[in-house]
């Protein structure tokens, strides 16, 4: 099992800037891709970028230039820098990950608790 914790949420002006942590413990072989969700009240949950274990990265088309992932392998841990916040991008942040107990076993897929983001004046 692998659980995941995230951090860094909050209240951010419009404008801002927030930088989210998910780290990753338990039993790990390997974490394969690391990402982050977000679900804004009375909608969906989306996908918000992802990042491969060779650091191949990918991110929502709406988000693109404002929101910047990356990950600390020797730490197993993803970040979310969020820059240049609006209202819009209040939400519940959920890390993801995909990831392999052992050697050899099939990557199952876990899910952080979620963190508040509200970006309000």
């Known amino acids: 099992q692998v659980q995941l914790v995230e951090s860094g949420g909050g209240l951010v002006q419009p404008g801002g800037s927030l930088t989210l942590s998910c780290a990753a413990s338990?039993?790990?072989?390997?974490?394969?891709?690391m990402g982050w969700y977000r679900q804004a009240p009375g909608k969906q949950r989306e996908l918000v970028a992802t990042?491969?274990?060779?650091?191949?990265?990918s991110y929502a088309d709406s988000l693109k230039g404002r929101f910047t992932i990356s990950r600390d392998n020797a730490k197993n841990t993803v970040y979310l820098q969020m820059n240049s916040l609006k209202p819009e991008d209040t939400a519940v942040y959920y890390c993801?990950?995909?990831?392999?107990?052992?050697?050899?076993?099939?990557?199952?897929?876990?899910w952080g608790k979620g963190t508040l983001v509200t970006v309000s004046s």
């Open positions: 338990g039993s790990i072989f390997r974490l394969h891709v």
């Open positions: 993801n990950v995909i990831a392999s107990s052992e050697r050899g076993s099939l990557p199952m897929n876990y």
């Open positions: 990042i491969t274990s060779s650091f191949s990265t």
